[in-house]
Nanobody, 122 residues
Framework: QVQLVESGGGLVQAGGSLRLSCVAS????????MGWYRQAPGKQRELVAA???????NHVDSVKGRFTISRDNAKNTVYLQMNSLKPEDTAVYYC????????????????WGKGTLVTVSS
C-alpha cells in the first residue's frame, strides 16, 4: 500500500502563488506516475498535471504556463508550483499515484491523498 500526504494549500489573492507538496510512503517502489487533481464545489474531480517516474510532465491546457509539476524520486515527493492563480483555481487539490502497470489516463490514479484546500480570492 501507498500513503500520500499533501501540504501547502491555503488562501491567496488572485495573481499570487502557492506550492503544493505530496509525500508518498509505504510501498513507494510500486509507484509509477504521480499527479495532482482538483475538485471544485459542485464539480467533478479533474486532472491538473501528472508526471512520470522519469520526469515527463503532462499539464492540462487550463494551467499550462501557470502551473508546473515536478518530482523528487529520492524524497518520494511530487510538487505543484502554482503561479498567477485565478479565483477559478479554487478547489481541493488531491495528490494521486499510479501503480506500476496502471494507466491513470484510462482508469485514474490508484492511490489518493486526503486533499489540501486552495482558495483564491478576487
Amino acid at each position: 500500500q501507498v500513503q500520500l500526504v499533501e501540504s501547502g494549500g491555503g488562501l491567496v489573492q488572485a495573481g499570487g502563488s502557492l506550492r503544493l507538496s505530496c509525500v508518498a510512503s509505504g510501498s513507494t517502489s510500486s509507484i509509477n506516475a504521480m499527479g495532482w487533481y482538483r475538485q471544485a464545489p459542485g464539480k467533478q474531480r479533474e486532472l491538473v498535471a501528472a508526471i512520470t517516474v522519469t520526469g515527463i510532465p503532462n499539464h492540462v491546457d487550463s494551467v499550462k504556463g501557470r502551473f508546473t509539476i515536478s518530482r523528487d524520486n529520492a524524497k518520494n515527493t511530487v510538487y505543484l508550483q502554482m503561479n498567477s492563480l485565478k479565483p477559478e483555481d479554487t478547489a481541493v487539490y488531491y495528490c494521486g499515484a499510479e501503480r506500476l502497470g496502471g494507466s491513470y489516463l484510462a482508469y485514474g490514479m490508484d492511490y489518493w491523498g486526503k486533499g489540501t484546500l486552495v482558495t483564491v480570492s478576487s
